[in-house]
């Protein structure tokens, strides 16, 4: 099983762009679909895009269409959430989370997760 740790988080203005990126430990990283979420204070979890395990497939939730791009480095057993445009409302603990299952954005099926990294969009 992976292990997951995430980073790249911070503070950026309205409209401005952040990475977000996770390593993930363990030699099976490429068999895992991966995905990104986040959780603002006082909601609930939501789901902002995953990956195939290969990378060739992509899925996004509506909040983050047109917007963020996640990307996959198997070499590197990591992860990336590249958010451009940012919006106030995307300040949230980003997390990644790893998965069997293919094609999924729904956080139950995710059983691995990271300790997630703070990102704070000012107005």
């Known amino acids: 099983q992976v292990q997951l740790v995430e980073s790249g988080g911070g503070l950026v203005q309205a409209g401005g762009s952040l990475r977000v990126s996770c390593v993930a430990s363990?030699?099976?990283?490429?068999?895992?679909?991966m995905g990104w979420f986040r959780q603002a204070p006082g909601k609930a979890r939501e789901s902002v895009a995953a990956i195939s395990w290969s990378g060739s497939n992509t899925y996004y939730a509506d909040s983050a269409k047109g917007r963020f791009t996640i990307s996959r480095d198997n070499a590197k057993n990591t992860v990336y959430l590249q958010m451009n445009s940012l919006k106030p409302e995307d300040t949230a603990v980003y997390y990644c989370a790893a998965t069997r299952k293919i094609g999924t954005l729904r956080p139950g099926d995710y059983n691995v997760w990271g300790q997630g990294t703070q990102v704070t969009v000012s107005s």
């Open positions: 363990g030699r099976t990283f490429s068999n895992y679909c």
